[in-house]
């Protein structure tokens, strides 16, 4: 099989923008090992296309939600929390990932005076 025949599989194995685990076991039934792997392959792919991984320092807000679900209208939105962010955000959509936080900032600070610092004596 190629690589576009396992894609259309893997888009076949959806209703309505949802997983449907019946369809998929169908199909895991008839592929053999080989092509099975190439077939989870080709959904993982789809599922982080349609996918974005969103890590706040704590539950967001509902209009925090309503902002990001304008900012990804046609993707599913998974909330991740880690209470090390501190203030800040990490996006992980598909294969971009975005981070901001107070940590980094200060960090880069820190570094950016140490190095001029260093420089000037």
Known sequence: MTKKQFRLLAEASYTKNKLDSK??????????R???KMY???????ENKTTVS???PRQPKKQIEKLFKNM???KKIIY????SLIVGVKVIDND???EENLKDTLRQIADFVSQNASQNI
């Open 34 to 36: 080989k092509d099975t």
């Open 80 to 83: 991740n929390i880690d209470s």
């Open 72 to 74: 990804y209208p046609n």
């Open 96 to 98: 971009l990932v975005y």
């Open 54 to 56: 969103i890590t706040l």
């Open 40 to 46: 989870i392959k080709a959904l993982k792919n789809k």
């Open 23 to 32: 369809k998929v076991e169908k199909i895991v039934k008839l592929l053999p």
